[in-house]
């Protein structure tokens, strides 16, 4: 009855989703299930007997906190545990130990659950929400700017006619400076335009995309076309998707050195999540330089309006890039280093589900 009731123990471990350890007294690994062995990366007969801090070095979890465990009985969580198993894989995971008993002997019986995922959706809604208020904030005040802007305008018309040639300088200058104005606040508000959706292949866009830098290419950058030719035909707008992506390629152009390199790069994705959607298939198209990067204090914010890297930018492109993707129920991110940065595209190519 006892090997029946240990044989069922065992196969419930194995079959748990969440990452099970158990150490002993000294701390040394005497049980992986498999979700263990495949987060650490390493079979239990690897770390059979293997002290546990000597697996996990970096992880924020000491011996002390540990050695606790056994010595109290009174277990401990902590929802935020930075593991770093090498100087390539580092992830966050949620951690409980509590205190077992095996064969008479006290153990401590560990608990990882990854939550990188979860801590991405959560930031990653949170920007969304934080991008779509100053959007609305945007566009509110242009709109108020916007009225007055226009009855300026006819009013310095109608006082053209009344002045002499010498004077009408003046009220030239005052029409000029409202029209300069007023296409500021078209792009503030952004496409007002609904997309029309073509099914056709992504590729056009980025070929299109290529002939336009051809022709006005003053740094003679190399667009370095690294594509997927097996990915299918979606619906989307070919001329607002070529204005998203030529968008962040002009930028990438004016931040990167004569000379220097641009990949296009088109791959097919599973279970990419999108607006706290789960979408089963999509497109990703990465726009990649290696430039200088973006400075970090504007990464947050590098999709609002009226936010840029340079000092003579309008910080309108990504902004309006980002809300001509979101039209095609995708999403545009961006990550960002010296020496590398890449935004990507992702739009959906089959159904959602949600979270």
Not at 215 to 224: G, H, I, M, R, S
Not at 235 to 247: E, G, R, V, Y
Request: net charge negative.
């Amino acid at each position: 009855m006892q090997t029946h009731k240990l044989l069922y123990q065992q196969q419930l471990a194995n079959q748990l989703v969440t990452a099970v350890i158990v150490l002993d007294a000294k701390l040394t690994i005497q049980y992986l299930n498999p979700a263990a062995e495949a987060l650490l990366i390493k079979s239990f007969n690897k770390l059979h007997n293997v002290v546990f801090n000597d697996v996990l070095p970096d992880c924020t979890i000491d011996a002390i906190r540990l050695q606790q465990v056994i010595e109290s009985g009174q277990e401990f969580s902590d929802s935020d545990v930075t593991i770093q198993l090498n100087d390539h894989y580092k992830f966050t995971a949620e951690v409980t130990a509590s205190s077992a008993e095996f064969n008479g002997k006290p153990h401590i019986l560990l608990e990882l659950k990854q939550i990188d995922q979860q801590k991405q959706i959560s930031a990653e809604s949170f920007q969304q929400q934080q991008w779509e208020s100053a959007r609305d904030l945007i566009r509110g005040l242009a709109h108020e700017i916007k009225n007055p802007l226009g009855g300026l305008r006819g009013a310095a018309q109608l006082l053209t006619k009344e002045l002499n040639n010498e004077q009408q300088e003046y009220t030239s200058m005052i029409i000029e400076q409202a029209d300069r104005l007023r296409n500021l606040v078209d792009r503030l508000l952004g496409p007002n335009q609904l997309p029309k959706m073509e099914v056709q292949n992504i590729h056009l866009v980025l070929e299109k995309v290529t002939q336009l830098i051809k022709y006005d290419n003053e740094k003679n950058v190399e667009l370095v076309r690294d594509y997927d030719p097996s990915i299918p035909d979606i619906a989307f707008d070919a001329d607002k998707m070529l204005q998203s992506i030529l968008n962040i390629v002009n930028n990438a152009i004016q931040a990167i050195e004569p000379g220097s390199k641009i990949t296009l790069k088109t791959r097919v994705a599973s279970n990419q999540t999108i607006n706290g959607k789960r979408i089963k298939l999509c497109i990703v198209v990465s726009i990649i330089d290696f430039g200088p990067g973006i400075p970090e204090d504007i990464q947050d914010t590098l999709f609002y309006p009226m936010v840029s890297g340079r000092s003579n930018g309008t910080g309108l492109g990504l902004s309006i890039s980002q809300t001509l993707v979101n039209q095609h129920k995708g999403k545009l991110s961006c990550q960002s280093r010296p020496g590398r940065t890449e935004f990507t595209i992702l739009l959906p190519i089959s159904e959602e589900t949600t979270i």
